[in-house]
């Protein structure tokens, strides 16, 4: 029998979690003969860039990328989001997979996340057990696609949604929520105040607060799980 060695990279912050991840992997290997697993790990963001530059560098490719969405603790200059690090692999590593994993079931966060990243799979935590974490997993290496329960009913309840935020939309998310008063945005942003304005202008009007003030638009944002 022909195996394949696969490389995956797995971005979360909780330690026992990863070995919970390492664990299934283990199992997979063992039930499937045919995958041998090299498993690399990043506790955050800033850590995942590396890696990926990393074997980007050595002229190594990553197989599978099990990315968790939301990751606290990063400052606002450099602020790193999970659709960030998705879009890197995708520059870096074309050819591989991407797992999303996220405790925040929000339908928008997850539409917007389809369509910047467009991940082989979306797990929402809530939904997971081990035999469906398994079997996510070999699907997506089978070249499907998989979505957890949830994701699957809201996908097939809201197929033709429009809403989606790119960095910058993020970022002024999380400088607002840090307290950044309006005239400092621009140290945090490539634009003129004028064009920051208009952004959030945009997005209020996204999330239905278009005549709300910051904290209307802030309290959205956290219910729509971008911050």
């Excluded at 995942?48 to 990393?54: C, E, G, H, V």
């Excluded at 690090?85 to 590593?93: S, T, V, Y």
């Excluded at 050819?95 to 917007?112: D, E």
Aim: proline content about 3%.
């Amino acid at each position: 029998m022909r195996f394949e060695e696969l490389t995956v990279v797995i971005v979360k912050s909780f330690p026992l979690v990863i070995e919970y991840y390492r664990e299934l992997f283990i199992e997979i290997s063992e039930s499937y003969k045919r995958f041998h697993f090299r498993i690399e790990v990043a506790n955050n963001y800033v850590e995942a860039i590396d890696l990926l530059n990393r074997i980007k560098s050595e002229r190594k490719r990553v197989d599978l990328m099990i990315l968790d969405l939301m990751i606290p603790g990063l400052a606002v200059k450099g602020i790193l989001f999970g659709e960030d690090i998705g879009e890197l692999f995708r520059k870096n590593h074309p050819k591989g997979k991407i797992i999303i994993t996220t405790g925040f079931p929000n339908n928008y966060r997850i539409n917007s996340v389809m369509k910047s990243i467009n991940p082989e799979g979306i797990l929402v935590e809530s939904d997971l057990n081990v035999a469906v974490f398994k079997f996510s997993i070999i699907e997506v290496l089978n070249n499907s696609i998989y979505y957890s329960r949830s994701v699957s009913k809201w996908l097939n309840s809201y197929r033709n949604c429009d809403f989606t935020l790119d960095k910058w939309d993020r970022l002024l998310l999380y400088a607002l929520s840090q307290n950044i008063k309006t005239k400092e945005l621009t140290m945090y942003l490539p634009f003129s105040l004028s064009t920051i304005e208009k952004r959030k202008k945009r997005i209020k009007l996204q999330f239905g607060v278009d005549q709300g003030d910051n904290r209307d638009l802030l309290l959205r944002a956290r219910e729509f799980g971008f911050i």
